[in-house]
């Protein structure tokens, strides 16, 4: 994906850096850990943190305040289709400009509503519809993407956990909202850490930053799924991103 082709090979801000994390399962679960990881990075002020999650923005604020999680200097929500930029978070228009292409939620609803097996979440996002799936995945997914391909709705579908099921536009996703602010800020990619626990961290997971799979992960992060150089830490939860950050030397100058 190419956004700001200016950047692209261009003046990298060197000295700068970005972790870009999940945060179910992968920033919570473990408070201690939590606070290692705060007090490590607060010697390291280089590094732009990302929150990227597949919940909203104002679950994201609830989480925080229950987790007394520090505020991010990015919200990349709902599974990659929204971004926001501190100290405001007001959404970014560029990248929903971008992302909106061939997408028509409604119609894409309409066209789904007949699969058996698929539920609706009670929630839907402007560029996330959301369903529970518990079984049958196998034949559920191609035909979610039959359907679709029929009317031209140009899409991802993003499977987490064995329950969760997104619909997103082709152009959005956790992995690619990193990247477009990855070129913004001018980060080389190997100068971005990602962490993750599921399966909507796949693609995240998968794009050619460091990467590291935290100790507790779900069974669909596996090596066939993932990329060969992804780091598989033991330790969990937030231990599992400071294992990462150690092994690939990551707050090193
Ligand atoms: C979060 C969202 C849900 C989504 C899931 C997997 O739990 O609230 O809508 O399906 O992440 O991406
Ligand atoms: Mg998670």
Redesign the pocket.
């Known amino acids: 994906m190419v956004i700001d082709a200016k950047y692209d090979g261009a003046q990298w801000e060197e000295s700068m850096k970005l972790l870009a994390t999940?945060?179910?399962?992968?920033l919570t679960g473990d408070r201690a850990a939590y606070s290692s990881l705060v007090a490590l990075l607060s010697m390291h002020r280089d590094v732009t943190i990302a929150y990227v999650t597949?919940r909203d923005k104002i679950q994201m604020f609830e989480i925080m305040a229950g987790e007394c999680l520090r505020e991010p200097d990015y919200f990349l929500c709902n599974v990659g289709t929204e971004v926001y930029e501190g100290p405001d978070y007001r959404r970014d228009d560029a990248w929903t400009r971008h992302i909106d292409r061939q997408w028509d939620r409604l119609e894409l609803h309409q066209a789904l509503a007949t699969i058996p097996h698929l539920f609706q979440q009670s929630r839907q996002f402007e560029f996330k519809q959301s369903y529970h799936l518990f079984r049958k995945a196998d034949v559920v997914i191609p035909e979610i993407h039959r359907r679709l391909n029929e009317i031209g709705i140009e899409h991802k579908v993003v499977y987490s956990s064995g329950t969760d099921l997104d619909v997103i536009p082709k152009r959005a996703g956790k992995g690619e909202a990193v990247d477009y602010v990855r070129k913004r800020l001018r980060i080389r990619p190997r100068s971005v850490l990602a962490a993750?626990?599921?399966g909507?961290?796949i693609e995240l997971l998968s794009a050619g930053f460091l990467a590291v799979v935290v100790g507790n992960h779900k069974s669909e992060l596996n090596a066939d799924a993932l990329p060969e150089d992804v780091y598989w830490a033991r330790e969990n939860y937030a231990a599992g991103i400071i294992e990462g950050i150690e092994h690939f030397g990551f707050l090193k100058p």
């Open positions: 999940d945060v179910d399962n992968t597949g993750g626990d599921s909507n961290d």
